[in-house]
């Protein structure tokens, strides 16, 4: 039976990164939401636009049969994110990360930001979707253990994006916060049912990290979240993903 002990994990920070909560600015409601917004960066000069970043390392010793194997180092992630301030009502959001010392290129988040007012707007290219706490919020630093967890790699792969387009708002009400998301995005590929695991794997139907642009299953999923925050109590929010993953058409029958 093979066993491993991870022994450490070193952050090597890019730019800068510190806690997320001191990269808030002070108009932030503190939601999962706008952590694409809240990551420490470096700023250019008038604010208009900020690069920041981090890697994880780890070393790991793995033990086969009881015997043990030469320990290793892995360089599991090289994340780097931007964004610009295009014009008052206009952002540009992108973030990606270099997998396992580069064999893996993710893109996590590519999109256009058109802002209104707090409460509506609108937001299109990919998107990570916003289901649970850890695919929106998934920077190894702010995290203590060595690995994402089983249930963000298998269940829902993080980070788990799609491309879309759709609307989102947020309003900080004294010590309260309430956010919305909602969007339209890609549908599953059919490697999602088809696949060698012979039963439905969402993340069998994900590649890199984002459904795929092409060969998807050609209809559109509805992904929606609702969040409420009080600032001494935490956060709880509500997530849904729906739609048809496959249909079939037969003698004018359709299933």
Known sequence: MLKFLRLFFLHAVVFSFTDLAAAQSA?????????????????????????GGYSEMKA??????????????????ISFF?????????????????????KQINLNCSAVDFRFCSLFNLRGGVIINPIGIFNQVHDGPLYEF?????????????TFSSAGFGFYGLKKINNWAIGYEAYITNGFSYAIIDNESRHTLLSASVENGMLPMKETNGQMMMNGKFSVRQKNAGELGLSWRGGCIQYFSNSGITT
Request: net charge negative; hydrophobic share 30%; no cysteine.
């Open 146 to 158: 060595t690995d994402r967890p089983f249930s963000s790699t298998e269940i829902l792969p993080s």
């Open 82 to 102: 931007l964004r610009t301030k295009v014009s008052d009502k206009i952002r540009f959001l992108i973030e990606g990360e270099f997998i396992d010392g580069g």
């Open 27 to 51: 108009d932030s409601t503190g939601l999962n939401m706008e952590t694409v917004y809240n990551r420490p960066a470096f700023h250019s000069s008038g604010n208009h636009t900020a690069i």
């Open 60 to 77: 790991e010793k793995f033990f086969a049969d009881g015997q043990p194997e030469p320990m290793e180092f892995n360089l599991q992630r």
